[in-house]
């Protein structure tokens, strides 16, 4: 079965600390990761995917396979980064959806 | 506006009522997804459709039942509303019916339900 582990419910860094949002799956097989965050009174949304590689607004993920990791990454945490975060695994097959962890809630502060 | 849209934004009911949830998709996407979602146990994956067909099931109680129309909206049916139903209910959409590659879920606003 998939399950996507989040083991911080809350993270509190200063402006300008390096952030690190833990995230552990289980899946036998070659998951997609996904991480996305939900801001203050606004829609849930993608903030990045490990197929991409890519960097949003500083952020970054590498998918550790070994470890079964998928750890979001950002070297200066800025005040409007603070938000709640959430993992996501798809198994990418027939009959199974996108499951999220618990989420952890970002607050940076000055 | 063509994104996911959910409605009603609020609702407050009673124990052992029924519901009903409304959710139109984006312009294009065939899949609907409902979720859960509580303080305790973050979003919990409840049901997905594609084009009007059931394609994945996943935390859904008996209680509660969805479905897909032909133009593509989809409604969530709660019955028999216990406390513990109070939750913000998102729904998501999607192109295709596999989330993978550039496949990605764009969420509605969601709707919060308050049983008393």
């Known amino acids: 079965a998939q399950r996507v582990t989040q083991p911080e419910k809350l993270l509190s860094v200063f402006k300008g600390a390096p952030v690190e949002l833990k995230c552990n799956y289980s899946y036998s097989g070659s998951p997609e990761l996904f991480w996305y965050v939900q801001y203050s009174r606004q829609r849930l949304q993608l903030l990045l995917r490990?197929?991409s590689r890519e960097s949003i607004k500083g952020f970054t993920a590498d998918l550790n396979k070994g470890e079964t990791s998928f750890h979001l990454k950002k070297p200066f945490a800025q005040e409007e980064d603070s938000a709640m975060y959430y993992c996501?695994?798809?198994?990418?097959?027939?009959?199974?959806?996108?499951?999220f962890g618990k989420g952890t809630t970002l607050s940076v502060s000055s | 506006d063509s994104g996911v849209t959910q409605t009603p934004k609020h609702l407050i009911t009673a124990t052992g009522q029924r519901v009903t949830l409304r959710c139109s998709p984006r312009?294009?996407?065939?899949?609907v997804y409902w979720y859960q979602q509580s303080l305790d146990q973050g979003l919990q994956f409840l049901i997905q459709?594609?084009?009007?067909?059931?394609?994945a099931k996943g935390n859904i109680l008996e209680r509660f039942s969805a479905q897909q129309f032909p133009d593509l909206h989809s409604e969530l049916n709660l019955s028999s509303l216990e406390l513990g139903d109070s939750a913000l209910y998102f729904c998501?959409?999607?192109?295709?019916?596999?989330?993978?590659?550039?496949?990605?879920?764009?969420f509605g606003a969601g709707s919060r339900l308050t049983v008393l």
């Open positions: 998501a959409s999607s192109r295709t019916g596999e989330v993978a590659g550039a496949n990605v879920l764009t």
């Open positions: 459709y594609y084009n009007g067909e059931e394609r």
């Open positions: 490990h197929i």
């Open positions: 996501a695994l798809s198994a990418n097959q027939a009959g199974t959806a996108l499951i």
């Open positions: 312009s294009g996407d065939l899949s």
